[in-house]
Structures are given as structure tokens and as C-alpha cells.
């Protein structure tokens, strides 16, 4: 089966450092990635991993640990407009293709 | 930029109606992708297409079916529509799924309501 876990919400201040972990269990895995989505938008790519390690972009960094079944997302510096749900999606081989299996999302909320 | 589209933003219907949701794409993506997102749900897998006139199940094909005649452009179907299939629904297109390192673009979204 699939099962992939994150937290429901969490929050933070601007400035500061969050960490938005995802667990998985998945019939086969080929690669990690994580999307945002703001209120009422669709989702938009923020990173992919499919090899352990950090993966840095900017004030996004995304990690992997294969042996582990986790990852996470790592957001510095934030800023308000980065109040959105995160999604945590693994890759499974089907048949002749991969398809991505989705997380609930987690909502990340930033004050002032 | 890929440009992936749905024919409606919003779209009430009611039980027992046939209801046809479009979604096209412009970059010549082979994949295309029907999800429907639920508060607490999350993104679930409706069906997928990997190639013209070809379609796979999702997770959640029931009630459901899909067409797809033209690379650009695949439909998802509610042939009898039901107050449980209130919805967003979110199409999404990706270059090739054989290399599984390819992006999805998402459209964006069509809130469907049931009445």
C-alpha cells in the first residue's frame, strides 16, 4: 500500500526557520518531490529528490533519506507569502510508468 | 511556460447529470493527470493517461471515467454526477513519466458542486 505522512499545519514567525517533515511507505520509490500551493491556486514544483541528501534552491532546501522513508523541507528567512500547504508527493512505478502518490498537506501559516 | 487549462473555474450541477470536465495543455506533454483535492484528504488520483486513447486507473476511479483523443486535451467524466463527488478537481500534464524525474504542471482547478 501507500501511505505517505506529514503534519496537518504548522506555523511560524517571519524571519525564522521551518522545517515541514514527510514520511512514506510506498510499493517501490523513485524520487521525492514537494509543491506549494497558495489558497485557492494550484499547485506549483518546488523540489525533487531522488538521491539522499540535501537538495539546496534559494531559501528552499529539501533532504531525503531513503533508508529512512522521510524527508524534508526546510524554508529560511520566511516571509509571509510563504503562508501556503505544502505537498509531500512520492514517486511509485505502475506498470510502465511512475506516478506520484500525495500527502494531505500541510499548512503552513507565518505572523508577523 | 506550460500552460495547462480547465474549461471552468467553478461548475454546479445536479444529481444524476452527466458532467464533462475539460482540461488542455500546450506543451506537448504525453502525461495527463485527474486528481481531486478535499479538505483533509488531500490530492487523490482520479485516472491517468500516459498516451493518446490510453488510460490508467488512480486510486479513486469509481464513478469516474476519462477520454482522451487528442494528446492536448483530456476529459474527465461523471456520468451520473452525486452529491459526494463535490469536489476540486485539479488536472495536471508532465513531459514523460518513463524517466520519473518530470514536473507536474497543475491547471487551475475547477470547483465542481453538487446539488
Known amino acids: 500500500g501507500q501511505n505517505i505522512d506529514q503534519p496537518t499545519e504548522m506555523t511560524a514567525t517571519e524571519g525564522a526557520i521551518v522545517q515541514i517533515n514527510c514520511t512514506y511507505q510506498?510499493?517501490?520509490?523513485?524520487?521525492l518531490f514537494w509543491y506549494q500551493q497558495h489558497a485557492g491556486e494550484a499547485p506549483t514544483f518546488l523540489s525533487y529528490?531522488?538521491?539522499?541528501g540535501l537538495e539546496e534552491k534559494g531559501r528552499f532546501s529539501s533532504f531525503l533519506s531513503r533508508s529512512k522513508g522521510y524527508s524534508y523541507l526546510l524554508l529560511k528567512e520566511l516571509q509571509m507569502k510563504d503562508s501556503a500547504s505544502y505537498l509531500c508527493?512520492?514517486?511509485?512505478?505502475?506498470?510502465?510508468?511512475?506516478?506520484?502518490?500525495f500527502g494531505r498537506g500541510t499548512s503552513l501559516i507565518v505572523h508577523p | 511556460d506550460v500552460k495547462v487549462t480547465q474549461s471552468s473555474r467553478y461548475l454546479v450541477k445536479r444529481t444524476g447529470e452527466k458532467v464533462f470536465l475539460e482540461c488542455v495543455q500546450d506543451?506537448?506533454?504525453?502525461?495527463m493527470f485527474w486528481y481531486r483535492q478535499d479538505p483533509g484528504l488531500g490530492l487523490r488520483l482520479i485516472y491517468f493517461?500516459?498516451?493518446?486513447?490510453?488510460?490508467e486507473k488512480g486510486d479513486i476511479p469509481e464513478g469516474y471515467s476519462v477520454s482522451r483523443e487528442k494528446k492536448e486535451r483530456f476529459s474527465l467524466i461523471l456520468e451520473s454526477a452525486s452529491t459526494n463527488q463535490t469536489s476540486m478537481y485539479l488536472c495536471?500534464?508532465?513531459?514523460?513519466?518513463?524517466?520519473?524525474?518530470?514536473?507536474?504542471?497543475f491547471g487551475p482547478g475547477t470547483r465542481l458542486t453538487v446539488l
Open positions: 495536471a500534464s508532465s513531459l514523460s513519466t518513463s524517466t520519473s524525474t518530470d514536473t507536474q504542471y
Open positions: 510506498t510499493s517501490g520509490f523513485n524520487g
Open positions: 529528490n531522488v538521491l539522499d
Open positions: 508527493a512520492a514517486l511509485r512505478p505502475t506498470g510502465g510508468s511512475y506516478i506520484p502518490t
Open positions: 506543451m506537448d506533454h504525453e502525461n
Open positions: 493517461s500516459y498516451d493518446v486513447k490510453m488510460k
